[in-house]
């Protein structure tokens, strides 16, 4: 199965910079589908970052983060190969996560 | 009998003059073809002239530029495309195209074994006409006889798994040279002068021809949105649009502006969606393939 | 007319390869699901700020006050006109000490709570994301300090698309 979280982490002079790309359609329920229905709201409600299982970033987020989320954030500390932990809650339950090593 | 005197002797007028009339209809029959008969195609002139015209009217763009399509004209929409770009929202496509390209058919071919280079560094070659049946064959169609050759079925054209293995294809192909051929046989003469055609005819409830937009208004805006100059125009495909939320080929924009301008569209394979990137992809040949690319 | 050509080569592909090839290094020591990233509680959501259609009920909800200080200390970097409303990256930074929280919202989206942010000791209150506006709009970011709030806002205005 082809990810579902992209994610570029990078160090330099003791920062770590995090991207990551989430697959969500973020339906934020206010559009209508093909069939004229509304389609029903589907969006990713907690996002959680960790750096060696600490928490580095909790997001809250809603119907209005774009299809598809795009984060950029940065802490303090890591070295290269150390995981990054991404995991995710949506309003269905839905969950997904994943771990990445920094570049 | 001498010409132009009867039998009388006396001056004939034309009508009565058979041999001058027989001369006369020929004279002009011969000059009605000369009207008629069209000029002989020659691609290689219409991309030197359709590149020049371009490039007279932008001086400041270097060709290579064009592929940047709308951005070249507006700082604040320019500025918003390079954050997207920063994690191009076609990444999970180009994943997924790359996983579905890899993976090998029930018969043990794979996508590998149809294309040329194992079908890496490639897109650039498209679209392609296809001696044996005479027709344009884009990278999508080819993926597709790919797929029927191997006993599997036919992807949509538009959007979906082609889409994404189009997407990935492509990726390998970033910054080649837009190379696209034209043999001299007659059929692939006529595909691309029937594209060209296209290009220029005006269709559709609201009688726009892509000319109208992408020649006459490029750079211009169509309400709050800037017009691409048809030149570099395909080098972004297949192309990840905010609008549709996923990745889209070149026929479902054919198909879209269709729409737009209130014409019926044509059936995603077909002859005129084929002719008409033959001709307009042609006309980049040399500018860098920048797909997939990230559009609104 | 913009006369910096466009580098389309290698560094967008670097930025293809690493995502991929970082997402692909799953092959983290794996240990059955001990390795497994935790999924967050949804419990943690906080659902009353997210339903406010306005920011004052929003900012209250979320941290307890709607009182906000506007200052040059707050930085967002967003467009004056969205190419696409669906898509407008917008970005936060901030200069305050100590800052635990950070929010984007938007005036007249229908939610105006757009997005909010725990941020532990040790990361950067600088936050890029994507957000939504239905509508020309005030866009506000908001920093959580001590027990102060900090903001500054921009107008960013939404079109309608021309061709479709």
């Given amino acids: 199965m082809a990810h579902q979280i992209l994610v570029h982490a990078t160090t330099s002079g003791g920062v770590t910079t995090v991207e990551a790309l989430i697959k969500h359609p973020m339906d934020s329920g206010f559009v209508k589908g093909k069939d004229g229905k509304l389609i029903p709201p589907h969006y990713i409600e907690v996002v959680e970052f960790t750096h060696k299982g600490k928490l580095v970033l909790r997001g809250f987020w809603g119907p209005a983060v774009s299809k598809n989320p795009f984060i950029r954030f940065s802490f303090k500390g890591g070295a290269s190969g150390d995981p990054i932990g991404v995991s995710w809650v949506d309003n269905k339950g839905e969950t997904a996560s994943m771990s990445a090593a920094i570049m | ?296 | 007319m913009m006369t910096e050509p466009e580098t389309t080569g290698p560094a967008r592909r670097t930025v293809l390869l690493g995502a991929a090839g970082a997402a692909a290094a799953l092959a983290l020591p794996r240990s059955g699901r001990a390795a497994a990233v935790a999924a967050p509680k949804a419990s943690l959501w906080p659902e009353a700020a997210f339903k406010a259609t306005t920011p004052d009920p929003a900012l209250k909800a979320l941290w307890g006050s709607s009182s906000l200080t506007p200052t040059t200390q707050v930085k967002m970097d967003a467009p004056d006109i969205a190419e696409n409303g669906a898509v407008v990256p917008i970005s936060v930074d901030a200069n305050e000490p100590k800052i635990t929280g950070v929010a984007l919202l938007a005036r007249h989206n229908p939610y105006s709570l757009a997005c909010a942010y725990e941020i532990p000791e040790g990361t950067s209150p600088a936050i890029s994301s994507r957000l939504k506006l239905a509508k020309t709009t005030e866009v506000i970011a908001v920093v959580k300090s001590g027990g102060k709030l900090y903001s500054t806002s921009k107008r960013v205005k939404v079109t309608l698309g021309g061709c479709g």
Avoid at chain 2, 140 to 146: L, P, Q, R, S
Avoid at chain 2, 162 to 174: N, R
Wanted: charged share 25%; with cysteine; aromatic share 12%.
């Fill in chain 2, 1 to 296: 009998m001498r010409a132009g005197v009867n039998r009388a002797g006396a001056r004939m007028a034309w009508g009565e003059d058979k041999t001058m009339k027989r001369v006369w209809l020929m004279i002009a029959a011969f000059a009605a073809l000369g009207l008629a008969r069209p000029a002989k195609a020659d691609p290689a002139a219409d991309l030197k002239a359709f590149q020049r015209y371009f490039q007279t009217r932008f001086p400041k763009l270097e060709l290579k530029d064009y592929v940047n399509g709308p951005y070249n004209f507006s700082a604040n929409d320019r500025a918003q495309w390079k954050q997207i770009l920063e994690f191009p929202p076609y990444s999970f496509a180009v994943d997924a195209g790359k996983k579905a390209f890899d993976t090998k058919f029930p018969d043990g071919a794979s996508y590998a074994s149809c294309f040329p280079h194992g079908g890496i560094g490639i897109a650039q070659d498209y679209p392609k006409f296809d001696e044996k049946t005479g027709k344009v064959v884009t990278i999508g169609i080819a993926v597709n006889e790919c797929r029927t050759r191997h006993g599997l079925k036919a992807l949509s054209l538009t959007k979906g798994e082609l889409a994404d293995i189009v997407a990935y294809m492509t990726s390998t192909s970033d910054g080649k040279p837009i190379h696209v051929v034209i043999p001299n046989d007659k059929r692939a003469l006529a595909a691309y002068e029937a594209g060209k055609e296209y290009f220029y005819s005006r269709r559709g409830q609201l009688n726009f021809s892509c000319a109208s937009c992408h020649v006459q208004a490029a750079g211009k805006r169509l309400r709050g949105q800037y017009l691409a100059p048809a030149l570099g125009i395909t080098a972004s495909f297949p192309v990840y649009r905010s609008k549709w939320g996923n990745v889209g080929t070149l026929v479902r924009r054919f198909i879209g502006c269709n729409k737009k301008v209130r014409s019926v569209p044509a059936k995603p394979d077909s002859a005129a969606y084929r002719d008409l990137a033959y001709f307009l992809t042609y006309m980049s040949n040399g500018l860098p393939i920048a797909g997939p690319g990230a559009r609104s």
